[in-house]
């Protein structure tokens, strides 16, 4: 077997800080070899190296053999190898065709030729199985579709290899899917594909080779199929992670939320929820599990008066606050981890101690006579900043800086500091890497002991199955069914979340 | 139906036409600014100095097309100074637009002191306007012929420079890389396209365009030049470039609009003896107008959703005892 890709020692430094150390690496042709680690593990500086983004400060690049030095972008092109970004640069109103051939335009007479490479792009997206319209808008496209595109650009220079980032991030699964058809195929074609990820299913579904990062440095590279998913869980994260299911004892608390026969309508006018009711105890956590929009959005945003509900009743320890504003539900004690952390969880411009002190800034000891305590909010941020976890360098740091599992950390941390007994939680591991996943789960099993009653809702079955008393399986914006979270299995959930309806659902 | 027929006529089209072409020049310089993502309010101020130096540029060396080179050649160095401001060293497109349209009033009415010790205006001096084009064929197409014909040059390029512009921006590699760095620059920079270059190159034609508007005023429109002559036309021009976004045929559409009820304010001037401070109005009047309707149809998503939570805000009891 030739390799398509050597590296051999790389290092690179930002300052004091040393992003790869180390790292060797070895690429064979025809493979999809994929590259693991944390956040913050040097994945993506690699990946820059190797597209000439970055340059090494010490080290090797071999390209099907040959060294290579590669100051920019371009000469990784010409050597054959092609990023797709984990963020997509397209341009929305040019057609497909043109977003491909953008910087390489097809010209004829001194202007360019749509007709050819509209062709073009569609012998492009047949060879390598990408379908595409090539006249449409990119305006107008899915996620999914966009990140075809962003192959075919790759293609359309004559890249061998392709270099990944991160690729499902953005994806649904069904789109994931279908990608790894397409992955598949292009190995199958001799080209090579380096696929980076932190989603431990998809790299032992998908791979043929994995090396996996930790701080930098490179713990091993082996066969995927010598793999268990708990393997990679442990040179990951340097030590044994479970996500099995938290013990615990049994639910005792008295009701604090009683939903009643909500109804609720979404963005198109439409009806998301149609008679929603279940209640949630005092120390019980209560999973809401679905495919993504059966109306568990429209849920979350309900509760937190986020969205009017056109009809029923929503009871906090026996007061109504069904279409109260999101402040009033505050007060009246919910706290909200909110399912896009980045829209509506955090400033992201804002300090960690700003985004601490947001929604409260107007409340004794943080303020008074409306001038904030700095002196307490400062001591607050320092006391949570341990207590939860957060890395951050200091409370002034933006929020746009940390890592996605520090802001997610940040959010819970303000939502976990007030004294509100209902907590809505929504997605809190969305995008988290898996050291920050278990603390988050951790945390929120601290909540559960402490006699809070907690909602949580989430697409990651193992989630609910490992943190969960009680599973609601909301399809169609009904509840199919409430199953125990004790012994449940993930196929019992999955076939009422494809709306199978089993037994008669019993309804809390 | 008398005074009907007396206000629109053959005529009246041309009295658009006319009316339309300096702000259709001008707008199509913005044209290429907005497409590169640049808010040009300075149009206004390069306009003015064209108009200015292609008055002193004929009046110099008798002929008014070296005017013309003139004009544009001065309205190229304010284009250059705003693009240095703007794209290099990143100041406030709005800032340094409305400091280099005070700069082309003053700079104007003082040279004109210095020059010719008058203010107001600049007439004789051995001034001469752009000759007029009458086409030979277009006697023999009726109606139709007396529209298109007997124009000084510069609004048939203006005209013709409509079509042109479309298929620059559709067709060639230049008007699609200014469009690329306006709608999504991170896209331009990814893939080699300087981004500075590409609006140096947008903001220097937006300045030719400019000058060519200024001394088609003061060349080809009148025979003169007078204080702040513009008038406004350069404002106009942003009007018309934020609501059409700078695609040709819509910001032709725009122009014919301003122009249309440009001509009709005068017409009901001479015609119907109203009041002249009212019909003087008439045009801005009908931009605002037309300005409020469509951007009211695509009225950003923030507004919408403000609206949206509004209504939503109203229409729920504020004590929150609603639902059952």
């Known amino acids: 077997m030739s390799l398509a890709i050597e590296l051999k020692s790389i290092t690179k430094r930002f300052g004091s800080f040393v992003a790869n150390e180390d790292v060797s690496l070895a690429v064979e042709r025809g493979r999809i070899h994929a590259i693991i680690g944390e956040n913050g593990a040097g994945k993506t500086t690699l990946m820059n190296v190797l597209f000439g983004l970055l340059q090494p400060d010490e080290g090797e690049i071999f390209i099907d053999g040959e060294k290579k030095v590669l100051p920019n972008p371009a000469a990784a092109i010409a050597a054959g190898i092609g990023m797709v970004h984990q963020h997509f640069k397209l341009v929305p109103s040019l057609t497909v065709a043109e977003n491909v051939f953008l910087g390489m335009e097809i010209r004829k007479g001194g202007l360019i030729d749509h007709k050819a490479q509209i062709a073009r792009t569609a012998e492009l997206s047949q060879k390598f199985g990408l379908r595409v319209d090539p006249g449409e808008r990119v305006g107008l496209l899915s996620v999914g579709i966009e990140q075809r595109i962003e192959i075919l650009k790759v293609l359309a220079r004559g890249a061998r290899t392709i270099i990944l980032d991160e690729p499902t991030a953005v994806l649904t699964p069904q789109e994931s899917r279908e990608l790894f058809q397409t992955l598949r195929g292009f190995v199958a074609q001799g080209m090579t594909v380096l696929f980076i990820s932190h989603h431990l299913e998809e790299v032992m579904e998908v791979s043929d080779t994995v090396t996996v990062l930790r701080h930098g440095k490179e713990v091993a590279t082996r066969p995927t199929a010598e793999l268990t998913k708990a393997d990679l869980v442990q040179m990951m994260v340097g030590r044994a992670v479970s996500f099995d299911r938290r013990p ?61 509900a056109s009809h029923g009743t929503i009871m906090l320890a026996g007061q109504a606050i069904q279409n109260r504003s999101a402040r009033a539900i505050r007060h009246a004690g919910v706290a909200h981890v909110p399912g896009d952390r980045l829209v509506r969880g955090v400033d992201r411009g804002a300090s960690v101690a700003q985004n601490i002190l947001m929604g409260r800034q107007d409340q004794s000891p943080w303020s008074r006579f409306g001038v904030i305590d700095r002196t307490y909010l400062n001591e607050q941020t320092k006391r949570l900043i341990s207590r939860f976890d957060i890395r951050t360098r200091s409370p002034e740091t933006p929020v746009k800086s940390l890592s996605g599992g520090n802001i997610q ?100 | 139906m008398e ?67 003139c004009g544009v050649a001065a309205a190229l160095v304010l284009a250059y100074i705003f693009a240095l401001l703007v794209v290099t060293f990143r100041a406030n497109e709005v800032v340094v637009g409305l400091a280099l349209n005070i700069l082309a009033s003053g700079m104007t009415i003082s040279l004109m002191k210095a020059i010719f010790g008058t203010r107001g205006s600049i007439f004789g001096h051995g001034l001469v306007g752009l000759p007029i084009i009458r086409l030979p064929f277009a006697k023999d197409l009726g109606w139709f012929g007396q529209i298109i014909s007997g124009y000084t040059p510069l609004v048939y390029v203006a005209f013709l420079a409509v079509p042109v512009l479309i298929i620059f921006y559709k067709r060639s590699r230049l008007g699609l890389y200014i469009r690329v760095v306006g709608e999504k620059p991170e896209a331009a920079e990814a893939l080699g396209i300087s981004i500075a270059r590409i609006r140096y190159t947008a903001s220097l034609i937006c300045g030719v365009l400019a000058g060519l508007a200024g001394a088609h005023l003061s060349l080809g429109y009148t025979t003169m030049f007078t204080e702040n002559m513009s008038s406004g036309r350069g404002f106009m021009a942003v009007a018309i470039l934020i609501f059409s976004n700078g695609d040709p045929l819509k910001l032709l559409a725009g122009c014919l609009l301003f122009g249309f009820s440009d001509a009709l304010s005068l017409r009901m001037q001479t015609t119907l003896g109203v009041s002249s401070y009212i019909i003087l109005a008439v045009p801005y009047l009908v931009a605002l107008a037309a300005l409020f309707a469509l951007s009211y149809r695509s009225r950003p998503r923030l507004i919408q959703e403000t609206l949206a939570t509004m209504g939503r805000a109203l229409s729920v009891k504020p004590n929150g005892a609603s639902g059952s």
């Open chain 1, 248 to 308: 615990r004892g049994p639910v005792t608390g008295k009701p604090v939320l009683e939903v009643s026969d909500l109804w609720a309508r979404d963005e198109r006018g439409l009806q998301a929820l149609k008679g929603v009711s279940f209640q949630v105890r005092a120390g019980e956590i209560v999973g809401i599990a679905g495919v993504a929009g059966n109306g568990q959005t429209e849920l979350a945003e309900v509760l937190s008066g986020l969205r009017p």
């Open chain 1, 409 to 508: 950390k940040v959010v819970l941390a303000r939502e976990f500091s007030g004294d509100a007994g209902f907590l809505l939680v929504d997605q809190p591991t969305r995008g988290v890497d898996i050291g920050a996943t278990e603390a988050i789960h951790s945390e929120i099993m601290r909540q559960r002991e402490a006699g809070k009653a907690i909602l949580l809702i989430s697409v990651q079955l193992d989630e609910l199955i490992a943190l969960a008393d009680r599973i609601l399986v909301m399809f169609a914006g009904r509840i199919m069914g409430d199953l125990p979270g004790e012994g449940v299995s993930e196929e019992a959930i999955g076939l009422l979340m494809a709306g199978v309806e089993s037994a008669p659902a019993e309804v809390a």
């Open chain 2, 3 to 69: 005074v009907l027929e007396r206000l629109f006529n053959a005529a009246l089209i041309v009295a658009m036409l006319r009316t339309t072409a300096p702000i259709l020049l001008v707008a199509l310089g913005g044209s290429f600014t907005t497409k590169a993502g640049i808010f040009n309010i300075g149009l206004e101020g390069q306009m003015l100095l064209g108009a200015f130096f292609a008055v002193i540029g004929t009046i110099v060396s008798g002929s008014p097309w070296i005017g013309v080179l």
